[in-house]
């Protein structure tokens, strides 16, 4: 049995949801037959590829002033300051630390100061990083 689940994105206008991909989202619809369940909730920005390349230069910058990688310091920073939940993965209940991937563009700028803070290092200025175009 697949766990893929499709996603559909859409906006919502004067109360009416518009589909971006409308005709695929018909095409799926015709597998089904019957009473269904949706889901339906608000879209949030995740943050950017500028915001991830910007991150990692500042692990990059932390690691050498502390000698760590950037790959222990990335763990360490999520352990820190990202919140675990609880997964099933083949029967087994296990502890998981989100990647920083589905952070919003504003979570992700908080998790930065929060490293700033803690790390006592302050991020580079964006326009200062060369891999931050």
Not at 4 to 18: H, Q, R
Not at 37 to 53: F, G, S, V
Not at 101 to 117: C, G, N, P, V
Request: no cysteine; hydrophobic share 35%; glycine share 6%.
């Amino acid at each position: 049995m697949s766990r893929f689940v499709p996603k559909w994105y859409g906006d919502v206008e004067n109360g009416k949801l518009v589909l971006h991909e409308r005709d695929s989202f018909h095409e799926y619809l015709k597998s089904f037959s019957g009473k269904v369940e949706m889901l339906l909730y608000a879209w949030k920005a995740k943050r950017t590829d500028k915001q991830n390349r910007y991150y990692w230069a500042f692990l990059r910058m932390i690691g050498e002033e502390t000698g760590y990688t950037e790959d222990e310091l990335h763990e360490l920073f999520k352990q820190k300051f990202l919140d675990k939940r609880k997964i099933q993965v083949l029967g087994q209940e296990i502890e998981m630390y989100p990647s920083t991937t589905k952070l919003s563009r504003k979570e992700m700028a908080d998790y930065i100061t929060q490293i700033e803070i803690f790390s006592g290092i302050q991020a580079p200025d964006s326009k200062s990083v060369s891999v931050v175009e």
